[in-house]
Structures are given as structure tokens and as C-alpha cells.
């Protein structure tokens, strides 16, 4: 049996998990996360029988372990609680599938306890990679992409050396607004956001997606995951989301992955992983699918991507500024509080505006996501 916990079990990645968990019958679930959807959380224990949950909200949790008088589950909250999951004896993965932020202490203290990591939280990677990947090395725990694009890149690695490689080609559906001008975006509303062409994701990351903040996030991801430089990574749009990317090696070779877009496949890769199972999903059918495209990214109308270059080139505490500004402006968009291209500028601004730090530590990099918190606030 293998043994797992899931950070963020109510989002769209953990319901995934659990998913090819209910579809195989070697997988343990000890422990569950999540913010504060009680409703959710209860019907997965009582499917899934964890013996320790947490919700983030300590209210909920008390409400939680009301409704579960009747089950022997351990109920925490908060920060203190998502840690003591993250360092479970009995857990060896732990998928870290809560967004933003907060992913960073407990995939640190995971790795700390020697767990293998598989890790959809890119917003930890992005800020914190620095200190994760050489703390990952020390310990010799496994850090498993679970994003599409990353798992299709270690997908290519897999029996290549990485001295060998020339260049990373990471894969864009450029989202909703392809296409646009800057002009044809300024009245974009949430719903328009939120309608991404072939991904079903949680809210954050669909609007990311439409920023091209993602994609920016993903490039700085790749940085730490395949240890390469930024000049080795291109990005590549291709709007049917068939290709999930691919790498480059110095003969001129190059290695593709290819499937529908759906996220179980990388999260079942990272969890079975070196191992390939069976997965109940439609398959490619070339013929119906006709053609697949390529373009260039607009790096001029969608700042996200540019910016996230800049901040991962600048590298130290930029990457934390870019990300903290982004899930803070994200959260003002699908609020209705800013408008879309506002998003754009508030990570630009921030990214100017705060003390920029060369060799952040965890702590710098929390208060750095403070200080650029705060200065939303004050501002907008
Ligand atoms: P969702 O918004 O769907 O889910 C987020 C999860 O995190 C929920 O379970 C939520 O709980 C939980 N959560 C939120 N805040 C807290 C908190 N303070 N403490 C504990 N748990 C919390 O997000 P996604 O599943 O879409 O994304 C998760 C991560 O994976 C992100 O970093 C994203 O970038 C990345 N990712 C996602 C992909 C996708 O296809 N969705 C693809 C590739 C990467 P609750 O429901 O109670 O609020
Ligand atoms: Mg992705």
C-alpha cells in the first residue's frame, strides 16, 4: 500500500487525487487538508477514513469534529495543523495541492521528514525553490512535477541525462483571451476570465491562466524542478493543449508528451511513478484531431509572461514579490474590485516598490509576502 496525504483534498487537483485513489486499490489515504469546506472534507473521511485531518479555519474544524463525533479521526486546524500532517511517520508522499502561498511551510517541513513530495503548489516552488530543491537533494526525498506541463517534461527526462539537454519547450494554451489586443481586454469580466478553452481548474490558476502569470509562474517552476537556465526555457503556444510539452537535447532531438488534457494523468504519473497504470480516460484519436499549432506568445499584451522572466532572471526575493502581488490582485479581480489589466500592474509595481532581498531565507520570504500584501491594501 502506498501511503499519501493530500494538502487542499477539496480543490480540483485533491479531488483528483482522490479520484485515482477510489480507481486503484493501493493507495492508503492518511491524512486530508483543506481550507474550510466542511461538507467535502466529511463525505472524503467517511470514504476515505484518514486519521488525521485539518481544516485551515479553526471554527470549521470545531464544526467538523462535531459532525464526526462518531469516527476515531484526529481533527486540527491552522498552520500548526497542516504541519503536523506534513510530518506523519506514516505518510511517504504527500501531495501539496493547496493554492498559493501557504504551501511553503508544510512542503518544507515534508521534505525535512524525508517524504516525497508530489507537488501541484507551484506558487511554493516559485518562491521558495532556492531553499526547497537543495534541501530536497540533502534529504534525498523525490520532488514529483504534478503539473501537466512538468510532468510531461519529466515525462521526456525519463532515462535521458540532463547534461544533455538543450532546451526546455514548455507548452501554453494561451488561455481565453488569445489573441488579444491590450484594448479588446480593458472591460474583461470574471466570467470571461474564468473560461479557459480546454483546462477545468480551480478559480486562481484559471485566471492566471488568462494573465499568462501562469505560464510565467511554470517557467520559474521549471527553472528550479530541471535545473536549467532561463534561456533554456521557451515558451510555446499551442492552443489545442494536446502537446503538454516538450525538451530539447543537443543532438536537435526532441521528446514530446502527448494526451487529453486531464490532470489525472500527471498526478497518477507522480504517484506511481517510475510505474505507468492503467487510466479509464478517452484516448488521443490523431485523425479526428487533424492538426495541432503553433505561435509565438504575445509577451507585449500578456505581461504576465514577461514579468514572471524578469523576476526569475532578478531571482532573490522578485519571484516572491511577482507571486505575492499576483494572488493578492487575483483575489481583488475575481471580487470585482480591479479591473483585469489591473492585475498586470499591481505585480509591476510591486515588484518595483518592495525591498527587494538578494538571498531570501523562509522567513524574508514571508515577510516579504506581507510587506507586498500590505501594500496592495494601502494602495487599492
Ligand atoms: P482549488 O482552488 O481548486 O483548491 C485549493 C485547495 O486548497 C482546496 O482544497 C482548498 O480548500 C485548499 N485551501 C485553500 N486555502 C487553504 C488554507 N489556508 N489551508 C488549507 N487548505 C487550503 O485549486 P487547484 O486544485 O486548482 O490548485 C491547487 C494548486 O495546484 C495551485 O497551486 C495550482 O496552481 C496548482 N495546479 C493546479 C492545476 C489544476 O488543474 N487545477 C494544474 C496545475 C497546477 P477549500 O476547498 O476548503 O477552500
Ligand atoms: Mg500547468
Known amino acids: 500500500m502506498k501511503k499519501i496525504g493530500i494538502l487542499g483534498s477539496t480543490g480540483s487537483i485533491g479531488t483528483q487525487t482522490l479520484q485515482i485513489v477510489r480507481d486503484n486499490q493501493d493507495i492508503e489515504v492518511i491524512a486530508l487538508a483543506a481550507g474550510s469546506n466542511?461538507?467535502?472534507?466529511?463525505?472524503?473521511?467517511?470514504?476515505?477514513?484518514?486519521?488525521?485531518?485539518?481544516?485551515w479555519k479553526e471554527e470549521k474544524a470545531k464544526e467538523l469534529k462535531d459532525r464526526i463525533k462518531d469516527l476515531s479521526v484526529k481533527v486540527v486546524s491552522g498552520m500548526d495543523g497542516m504541519l503536523e500532517i506534513a510530518v506523519l511517520p506514516e505518510i511517504e508522499i504527500l501531495v501539496t495541492a493547496v493554492v498559493g502561498m501557504i504551501g511553503i511551510r508544510p512542503t518544507i517541513a515534508a521534505i525535512e521528514a524525508g517524504k516525497d513530495i508530489a507537488l501541484a503548489n507551484k506558487e511554493t516552488l516559485v518562491t521558495a525553490g532556492h531553499?526547497?530543491?537543495?534541501?530536497?537533494k540533502e534529504k534525498g526525498v523525490r520532488i514529483l512535477?504534478?503539473?501537466?506541463?512538468?510532468s510531461a517534461i519529466f515525462q521526456c527526462l525519463h532515462g535521458e541525462k540532463s547534461s544533455q539537454v538543450e532546451k526546455i519547450l514548455l507548452t501554453a494554451s494561451g488561455g481565453p483571451f488569445r489573441g488579444r489586443t491590450r484594448e479588446e481586454l480593458r472591460g474583461v469580466q470574471v466570467e470571461d476570465a474564468l473560461k479557459h478553452p480546454n483546462w477545468s481548474m480551480g478559480r486562481k490558476i484559471t485566471i492566471d491562466s488568462a494573465t499568462l502569470v501562469n505560464k510565467g509562474l511554470e517557467v520559474i517552476e521549471a527553472k528550479w524542478?530541471?535545473?536549467v537556465?532561463?534561456?533554456?526555457?521557451?515558451?510555446?503556444?499551442?492552443?489545442?493543449?494536446?502537446?503538454h510539452s516538450m525538451v530539447q537535447f543537443k543532438d536537435g532531438g526532441i521528446k514530446a508528451q502527448l494526451g487529453t488534457p486531464d490532470m489525472r494523468l500527471p498526478i497518477q504519473y507522480a504517484l506511481y511513478y517510475p510505474d505507468r497504470m492503467y487510466l479509464n480516460d478517452d484516448r488521443l484519436d490523431f485523425a479526428k484531431i487533424g492538426s495541432i499549432t503553433f505561435e509565438a506568445p504575445d509577451f507585449n499584451v500578456f505581461k504576465g509572461l514577461s514579468l514572471a522572466y524578469e523576476a526569475g532572471r532578478k531571482g532573490g526575493s522578485m519571484p516572491t514579490a511577482l507571486n505575492a502581488a499576483n494572488e493578492k490582485a487575483v483575489a481583488l479581480f475575481l471580487d470585482r474590485k480591479i479591473d483585469f489589466l489591473s492585475i498586470w500592474d499591481i505585480i509591476e509595481y510591486c515588484m518595483k516598490e518592495h525591498n527587494f532581498i538578494?538571498?531570501?531565507?523562509?522567513?524574508?520570504?514571508?515577510?516579504?509576502?506581507q510587506e507586498v500584501y500590505e501594500m496592495i491594501e494601502s494602495r487599492w
Open 358 to 369: 538578494e538571498y531570501p531565507d523562509l522567513n524574508d520570504i514571508l515577510k516579504t509576502e
Open 229 to 243: 537556465d532561463f534561456d533554456q526555457i521557451e515558451v510555446v503556444v499551442q492552443p489545442q493543449s494536446i502537446i
Open 131 to 136: 531553499l526547497i530543491m537543495p534541501l530536497a
Open 38 to 55: 466542511v461538507d467535502l472534507l466529511e463525505k472524503q473521511i467517511r470514504e476515505f477514513s484518514p486519521k488525521l485531518v485539518c481544516l
Open 225 to 227: 524542478l530541471f535545473d
Open 145 to 150: 512535477p504534478v503539473d501537466s506541463e512538468h
